[in-house]
T-cell receptor
Framework: GAGVSQSPRYKVAKRGQDVALRCDPI?????LFWYQQALGQGPEFLTY????????KSGLPSDRFFAERPEGSVSTLKIQRTQQEDSAVYLC??????????FGDGTRLSIL | GQNIDQPTEMTATEGAIVQINCTYQ??????LFWYQQHAGEAPTFLSY????GLEEKGRFSSFLSRSKGYSYLLLKELQMKDSASYLC???????????FGTGTRLKVLA
């Protein structure tokens, strides 16, 4: 497709379950970012990939959060043993070198 | 620390001009971005400033003063569809992070 694609669009999970969120970036985009956005707030940086290398993961809130991009294209954000405070919209963005980011529509995660 | 400040909400009338301010204090600066975000949708890129001055793009303009840590987004000839959140984001140097403000919710009234 032409834009960044994220799936699922909505995810409901019970507290303690593991979830996996997928991001398909724009083809050829080297950079990939994950953000967490709470209601009424701006996106908060989670992690950054340049191709398959995870160059910055300083925004991941705990060791329950894990992200990968094994072939430098599709990325997965995994959250283990989910907790209620993990409820948020998770945004993925990709960009070419020195170009603005293009965002996906996000995955709205609700933890019950 | 890293801090970006924007007003929480603004209201303006259709056809008018509105200026949304953003002040920032970050460890390093490599550019400032403005994004528009409609409720439930992805942020979309509006403008980018890396040098001081005004960048104009149709009905939207953005200004930057690096010495003052200040930027504004100017929207002219407001339309109802401009009702959205406007996010200010700084790309920090020495890292790969974009630091976003909380966003300004703009309501355009008929």
């Amino acid at each position: 497709g032409a834009g960044v694609s994220q799936s699922p669009r909505y995810k409901v999970a019970k507290r303690g379950q593991d979830v996996a969120l997928r991001c398909d970036p724009i083809s050829g985009h080297v950079s990939l970012f994950w953000y967490q956005q709470a209601l009424g707030q701006g996106p908060e940086f989670l992690t950054y990939f340049q191709n398959e290398a995870q160059l910055d993961k300083s925004g991941l809130p705990s060791d329950r959060f894990f992200a990968e991009r094994p072939e430098g294209s599709v990325s997965t954000l995994k959250i283990q043993r989910t907790q209620q405070e993990d409820s948020a919209v998770y945004l993925c963005a990709s960009s070419a070198s020195n170009q603005p980011q293009h965002f996906g529509d996000g995955t709205r995660l609700s933890i019950l | 620390g890293q801090n970006i400040d924007q007003p929480t909400e603004m209201t303006a009338t259709e056809g008018a001009i509105v200026q949304i301010n953003c002040t920032y204090q970050t460890s390093g600066f490599n550019g400032l971005f403005w994004y528009q975000q409609h409720a439930g949708e992805a942020p979309t890129f509006l403008s980018y400033n890396v040098l001081d001055g005004l960048e104009e793009k149709g009905r939207f303009s953005s200004f930057l003063s690096r010495s003052k840590g200040y930027s504004y987004l100017l929207l002219k000839e407001l339309q109802m569809k401009d009702s959205a959140s406007y996010l200010c984001a700084v790309y920090t140097s020495g890292t790969y992070k974009y630091i976003f403000g909380t966003g300004t919710r703009l309501k355009v009234l008929a």
